[in-house]
């Protein structure tokens, strides 16, 4: 099975950077996508790691350590659009895509 | 950009009756998702479908649940008797496949039973 855990709520001021963890354990990783969700709406994806380190796609960057079953997503210059969800998920080996509980992000004047 | 498409947006049916969620993937796309989100909760999985039959189902997707793949471009997700927890966003998304290929979702269709 798949355990995938992620704190529940952070906040942060405009401008600043926040760092949004996830730990997972699975029987099988092909991979760990980030997705941002804001409320009403569908998930929409962010970024990719399969290998281990940072990927960095502008404002948001995302680190893997597949050892420590670790990953986390960075957001520079946060933007008070940034108010969202954000959703870790682990693929596996068939495709299947689990996500984690969501973290809420809310962003400060 | 190719999306994928679900109707109906809104639905409230009452308790006990059949619900048809549709959706269109991505057309080139090879593997299709059901998941759900009850309000102010995770995402979670329903079923996942590949190669025209289901390839994995979670615990909640019991046998009120059913899929089907009617045509080249159709998914639904049927709830047989829907019950009040059914209420929820229900996502379908599809993917390619492959290492590193996100999958897509659909707006969502928003079930109310009462």
């Known amino acids: 099975g798949q355990n995938i855990d992620q704190p529940t709520e952070m906040t942060a001021t405009e401008g600043a950077i926040v760092q949004i963890n996830c730990t997972y354990q699975t029987s099988g990783f092909n991979g760990l996508f980030w997705y941002q969700q804001h409320a009403g709406e569908a998930p929409t994806f962010l970024s990719y790691n399969v290998l281990d380190g940072l990927e960095e796609k502008g404002r948001f960057s995302s680190f893997l350590s597949r050892s420590k079953g670790y990953s986390y997503l960075l957001l520079k210059e946060l933007q008070m659009k940034d108010s969202a969800s954000y959703l870790c998920a682990v693929v596996d080996y068939g495709q299947n895509f689990v996500f984690g509980p969501g973290t809420r992000l809310s962003v400060l004047p | 950009e190719p999306e994928v498409t679900q109707t109906p947006s809104h639905q409230v049916t009452q308790m006990g009756q059949e619900v048809i969620l549709r959706c269109v993937p991505i057309?080139?796309?090879?593997?299709f998702y059901w998941y759900r989100q009850i309000l102010g909760q995770k995402v979670e999985f329903l079923v996942s479908f590949y190669n025209n039959e289901i390839s994995e189902k979670s615990e909640i997707f019991d046998d009120q649940f059913s899929v089907e793949r009617p045509d080249g471009s159709n998914f639904t997700l049927k709830i047989r008797s829907t019950k009040l927890e059914d209420s929820a966003m229900y996502f379908c998304?599809?993917?390619?496949?492959?290492?590193?290929?996100?999958?897509?979702f659909g707006e969502g269709s928003w079930l109310t039973v009462v």
């Open positions: 057309s080139n796309h090879l593997y």
């Open positions: 998304a599809s993917s390619s496949g492959g290492s590193g290929n996100t999958i897509y």
